[in-house]
Protein backbone atom coordinates (compact mmCIF):
# COMPACT_ATOMS: atom_id res chain seq x y z
CA UNK A 1 0.00 0.00 0.00
CA UNK A 2 1.39 3.86 -0.77
CA UNK A 3 0.00 6.66 0.79
CA UNK A 4 1.12 9.95 2.65
CA UNK A 5 2.26 9.36 6.39
CA UNK A 6 0.82 6.89 8.77
CA UNK A 7 0.73 7.76 12.64
CA UNK A 8 3.15 5.07 14.11
CA UNK A 9 0.41 4.37 16.37
CA UNK A 10 -1.65 3.06 13.58
CA UNK A 11 0.53 1.74 11.92
CA UNK A 12 0.30 -2.17 13.22
CA UNK A 13 -3.03 -1.91 13.97
CA UNK A 14 -3.77 -0.65 10.19
CA UNK A 15 -1.80 -3.11 8.89
CA UNK A 16 -2.92 -6.31 10.43
CA UNK A 17 -6.72 -5.04 10.02
CA UNK A 18 -6.70 -4.91 5.99
CA UNK A 19 -3.91 -7.47 5.73
CA UNK A 20 -1.15 -5.57 4.32
CA UNK A 21 2.15 -7.23 3.53
CA UNK A 22 4.05 -3.41 3.24
CA UNK A 23 3.29 -0.21 3.56
CA UNK A 24 5.45 2.41 1.53
CA UNK A 25 4.91 6.11 2.43
CA UNK A 26 5.85 9.56 1.08
CA UNK A 27 5.68 13.52 2.70
CA UNK A 28 5.35 16.13 0.47
CA UNK A 29 3.36 18.86 -0.67
CA UNK A 30 2.49 19.00 -4.70
CA UNK A 31 4.10 22.47 -4.66
CA UNK A 32 7.25 21.56 -2.98
CA UNK A 33 10.30 20.34 -4.73
CA UNK A 34 11.51 18.06 -2.25
CA UNK A 35 9.87 14.86 -0.96
CA UNK A 36 10.64 12.15 1.64
CA UNK A 37 9.79 8.55 0.89
CA UNK A 38 9.89 5.54 3.42
CA UNK A 39 10.24 2.58 1.22
CA UNK A 40 12.17 0.21 3.52
CA UNK A 41 8.12 -0.13 4.81
CA UNK A 42 9.69 0.41 8.57
CA UNK A 43 7.21 2.00 11.19
CA UNK A 44 7.40 5.47 11.85
CA UNK A 45 10.41 6.10 9.23
CA UNK A 46 9.03 8.81 6.97
CA UNK A 47 10.80 11.94 7.42
CA UNK A 48 14.18 10.79 8.41
CA UNK A 49 17.33 10.26 6.34
CA UNK A 50 18.87 6.57 6.56
CA UNK A 51 22.14 6.87 7.93
CA UNK A 52 23.75 4.49 5.30
CA UNK A 53 23.33 7.38 2.94
CA UNK A 54 26.11 9.70 3.57
CA UNK A 55 24.78 13.68 3.71
CA UNK A 56 26.86 14.94 0.95
CA UNK A 57 25.99 12.17 -1.67
CA UNK A 58 22.21 12.81 -1.07
CA UNK A 59 23.00 16.61 -1.34
CA UNK A 60 24.79 15.78 -4.55
CA UNK A 61 22.03 14.01 -5.58
CA UNK A 62 19.21 15.05 -4.45
CA UNK A 63 19.97 17.89 -2.63
CA UNK A 64 17.44 17.84 0.68
CA UNK A 65 18.49 18.53 4.07
CA UNK A 66 17.45 18.93 7.90
CA UNK A 67 17.96 22.40 8.63
CA UNK A 68 18.32 23.64 12.90
CA UNK A 69 15.48 25.64 13.41
CA UNK A 70 13.70 26.97 16.21
CA UNK A 71 11.36 24.29 17.79
CA UNK A 72 8.52 26.81 18.52
CA UNK A 73 8.65 29.30 15.85
CA UNK A 74 10.28 27.41 12.92
CA UNK A 75 12.54 29.30 11.66
CA UNK A 76 15.61 28.31 10.85
CA UNK A 77 18.81 29.48 13.21
CA UNK A 78 21.75 30.99 11.85
CA UNK A 79 25.59 29.89 12.89
CA UNK A 80 27.68 32.99 13.31
CA UNK A 81 28.29 33.26 9.80
CA UNK A 82 25.11 33.70 8.96
CA UNK A 83 24.21 30.10 7.40
CA UNK A 84 22.49 27.34 8.68
CA UNK A 85 23.41 24.32 9.81
CA UNK A 86 22.42 20.62 8.86
CA UNK A 87 21.13 18.66 12.08
CA UNK A 88 23.91 15.81 12.53
CA UNK A 89 23.42 12.75 10.21
CA UNK A 90 23.00 11.02 13.95
CA UNK A 91 19.89 12.35 14.68
CA UNK A 92 17.69 15.38 16.05
CA UNK A 93 14.86 16.96 14.78
CA UNK A 94 15.09 20.00 12.27
CA UNK A 95 13.20 22.30 9.04
CA UNK A 96 13.11 20.02 6.07
CA UNK A 97 14.37 21.42 2.74
CA UNK A 98 14.81 21.09 -0.62
CA UNK A 99 17.20 23.21 -2.68
CA UNK A 100 15.67 25.80 -5.92
CA UNK A 101 17.37 24.95 -8.73
CA UNK A 102 16.73 25.96 -12.39
CA UNK A 103 14.83 22.55 -13.47
CA UNK A 104 11.75 20.82 -13.34
CA UNK A 105 12.39 18.57 -10.56
CA UNK A 106 14.03 21.39 -8.25
CA UNK A 107 12.35 24.42 -9.35
CA UNK A 108 9.91 26.14 -7.04
CA UNK A 109 7.05 27.92 -8.53
CA UNK A 110 5.52 29.48 -5.95
CA UNK A 111 1.55 30.34 -5.43
CA UNK A 112 -0.74 33.31 -6.45
CA UNK A 113 -0.15 35.25 -4.22
CA UNK A 114 3.43 36.45 -4.40
CA UNK A 115 3.54 37.23 -0.47
CA UNK A 116 2.99 33.56 0.13
CA UNK A 117 5.42 32.33 -2.48
CA UNK A 118 8.42 34.04 -0.99
CA UNK A 119 7.40 32.84 2.85
CA UNK A 120 8.78 29.09 1.96
CA UNK A 121 11.71 30.25 0.36
CA UNK A 122 14.47 30.40 2.72
CA UNK A 123 17.51 32.69 1.38
CA UNK A 124 21.94 32.23 2.08
CA UNK A 125 21.15 28.42 3.49
CA UNK A 126 24.32 27.11 2.80
CA UNK A 127 26.49 29.57 0.91
CA UNK A 128 25.18 33.59 -0.36
CA UNK A 129 22.31 33.16 -3.31
CA UNK A 130 21.41 29.92 -2.23
CA UNK A 131 17.44 29.30 -2.23
CA UNK A 132 15.83 26.36 -0.40
CA UNK A 133 11.91 25.83 -0.15
CA UNK A 134 10.62 25.56 3.26
CA UNK A 135 8.11 22.65 3.62
CA UNK A 136 7.38 24.13 7.10
CA UNK A 137 8.18 20.69 8.81
Known amino acids: MLGNGLKPSLWPTFQRRFGIQKIVEFYGATETN ?4 NLLGKEGAC ?10 VLKLVY ?6 ANEVTGEVI ?3 KGFCDSVPQSGGSGLFVGKIKDNPMQRFDGY ?13 VFKKG ?8
Open 34 to 37: AILV
Open 78 to 80: RNE
Open 47 to 56: GFFHRSVPRW
Open 130 to 137: DSFFSSGD
Open 63 to 68: PIDLVK
Open 112 to 124: VNRSESEKKVIKD
